[in-house]
């Protein structure tokens, strides 16, 4: 925990007034810290993220006070079952929470619980029970600019093994920042990490393009590398799964199917969707749909305007500029 106490976050608290805040017994307050503390060193949440997680965490130990009749211990942590669990669900819901703060709710005590269970303290499975509750989801859509930033968050906040996590952070962080293929991102070798400023890329139909590449992409690419158990070897893959064969397209769908499940994110939020945001986001915010076009390796304009959703005066506008060029 030595680097989770060196790191500070302006407008998130520490581990130990973290811990503090909350109405718990003296121990179930240092399985808060120990577990605040991860989440700010190893996992490296933002503070936006852990301010939530701790409001989330404070709510329900303020519940159990009444429910139970005084601060929750671990043994009494350990003890709760399905109606508890519910019964506080009820409770936010008559303190009018809507149905998408209650999924936040439940998937921070899910990755305290979770927290819990990998240290053998208390078991997770009664909690894992309960159903977040249903959001109705639009027209299959890119991601917001909200919605991106949660889903690599959640990303870097899942409980898995430190480096898996940093690997599907990697990832994704391509997708989204650069605009990659699945494929294209699971087909880097060993040897083009550290990135470099541009990525040299051959696309569909053997069609090669260069992308710039972002900061906190080189930057989530190395945090990837640091950590990463198997010896990645040059002409070998760059990102492999448990046995440190190439990390298949099946397990980046089945991470994001568990991210936007736990986060409640559209039934549209896939590794396909993140190239489709990149496009939106880059043209919302005033870019050239030519050089869009061309980060992406589309052959035509026609295929880059179905990968982007803006509003359509914006769209025409770009359309004028990019025909007064020709």
Same mark, same amino acid.
């Given at each position: 925990m030595a680097r989770s106490a060196a790191r500070t976050l302006t407008g998130a608290p520490s581990p130990d007034d973290a811990a503090r805040a909350i109405p718990a017994h003296e121990d179930a307050r240092r399985e808060i810290r120990n577990w605040y503390a991860h989440l700010m060193g190893e996992r490296r949440l933002g503070a936006a993220t852990l301010v939530n997680y701790h409001r989330d965490l404070t709510r329900f130990f303020e519940f159990l006070v009444d429910h139970l009749g005084g601060p929750a211990d671990l043994k009494a942590l350990a003890a709760l079952e399905l109606?508890?669990?519910r019964a506080f669900v009820s409770h936010r819901r008559g303190e009018g929470l809507t149905s998408r703060s209650v999924a936040r709710t439940l998937s921070?005590?899910?990755s305290f619980y979770g927290f819990l269970d990998r240290t053998g303290i208390a078991a997770s499975a009664t909690l894992k029970a309960l159903r977040s509750p249903k959001l109705p989801h639009g027209i299959p859509k890119p991601l917001t600019m909200t919605g991106a930033e949660t889903l690599l968050e959640g990303a870097r906040a899942a409980e898995i093994a430190p480096w898996k996590a940093a690997r599907d952070v990697s990832v994704l962080t391509l997708l989204y920042g650069c605009g990659l293929r699945i494929s294209e991102a699971l087909g880097l070798d060993r040897e083009e990490a550290p990135l470099k400023d541009v990525l040299r890329i051959t696309g569909k139909g053997n069609k090669e393009r260069? *992308?710039? %590449?972002?900061?906190?992409?080189? *930057?989530? %690419?190395?945090?990837?590398?640091?950590?990463c158990p198997h010896a990645l070897v040059a002409g070998g893959p760059l990102f492999v799964g448990a046995r440190g064969k190439r990390l298949d397209q099946r397990q980046v769908r089945q991470t994001m199917i568990d991210l936007r499940r736990g986060l409640n994110l559209p039934e549209t939020a896939s590794p396909h969707a993140l190239r489709h945001s990149f496009a939106t986001h880059l043209?919302?915010?005033g870019g050239d749909l030519r050089a869009i076009q061309e980060l992406l390796g589309h052959a035509s304009l026609s295929t880059t305007q179905v990968y982007t959703e803006v509003d359509p005066a914006r769209l025409l506008e770009i359309?004028?500029?990019?025909?007064?060029?020709?």
């Open positions: 109606r508890d669990f921070s005590l899910r260069l *992308v710039p %590449v972002l900061t906190v992409a080189r *930057v989530a %690419v190395d945090a990837y590398l640091e950590l043209l919302a915010g359309y004028d500029k990019a025909k007064g060029r020709k």
